[in-house]
């Protein structure tokens, strides 16, 4: 159940930092996996078949996270009874129905702080609960995913063309994860228009063309020339490279 790989070389912080929707083929796979482990998920200390059940990208944010193996068995378990039940479709009623070990579970494999109190819940908040990390929906097409109560961004979009996914990875393969955020934020703005009290300012840019991103980074090396004298010491070169490498890259796309 790894996520996809939309383009080599892929780094773990790259896949940590990209979200997928899941396809119309994802809850059976994982149903498949679950099974395929004879249910050793229950397993406390089983780390490679929680790995194959709720993916890489799921596994090492846990680890890092400090989240229990045991937590995420009980997490693993949820989301098996959920798609075989059909509770993604109602996500918010089904999370209403787990026990407060389940619902703990749920909690601390998507790292929320406070305790998942449903009937808040938006319905986009509660389906990503119940997607293992690597995977989640925006329901509203805002660029923001929200996670239980909790509002998250991810860059490259789900929905952006795969030549400008391919690019950016390969772009960012030996950048550092702090570098490649600072860089993803830049872009996320500039795609979907700065937040302001979690509502979008809007943006000129569609999600879905190459244009938009060939248009941003043109204008991001306008900009770099207009302010060079301003810049902290080291930003021109470091920003000048980069977006001077992605702008290659996207040339090159067909």
Do not use: C
């Not at 996809?4 to 994982?30: H, L, M």
């Not at 026990?99 to 819940?121: C, G, K, W």
């Not at 929906?137 to 239980?148: A, K, M, Q, S, T």
């Amino acid at each position: 159940m790894d996520i996809r790989n939309v383009g080599e070389p892929i780094t773990a912080s790259q896949r940590r930092s990209y979200r997928e929707a899941p396809d119309s083929s994802f809850y059976a796979a994982y149903q498949a996996a679950f099974q395929a482990q004879g249910n050793q998920a229950a397993t406390p200390d089983d780390a490679p078949s929680l790995e194959r059940i709720l993916g890489a990208t799921h596994t090492e944010l846990s680890a890092m996270r400090g989240v229990s193996t045991e937590s995420q068995a009980v997490y693993a378990a949820v989301l098996n009874k959920a798609y075989s039940a059909g509770g993604i479709d109602n996500a918010r009623q089904f999370l209403a129905t787990l026990s407060a070990l389940e619902m703990d579970a749920v909690r601390q494999n998507h790292s929320l702080a406070e305790p998942i109190d449903t009937a808040s819940l938006s319905e986009e908040g509660a389906a990503n609960l119940l997607l293992p990390e690597g995977y989640s929906v925006d329901l509203n097409r805002d660029g923001i995913d929200e996670v239980g109560a909790a509002r998250t961004m991810h860059f490259p979009p789900r929905d952006a063309p795969a030549e400008f996914r391919e690019a950016w990875f390969q772009a960012t393969a030996g950048m550092d994860e702090g570098s490649m955020m600072t860089y993803g934020l830049m872009m996320h703005d500039a795609v979907y228009g700065m937040q302001i009290d979690g509502q979008s300012q809007g943006s000129p840019y569609a999600v879905d063309s190459l244009d938009s991103y060939r248009r941003i980074i043109s204008n991001y090396l306008a900009s770099l020339e207009a302010n060079k004298g301003f810049l902290a010491d080291g930003q021109y070169a470091r920003d000048k490279d980069f977006f001077s490498r992605l702008q290659a890259l996207l040339a090159a796309a067909h």
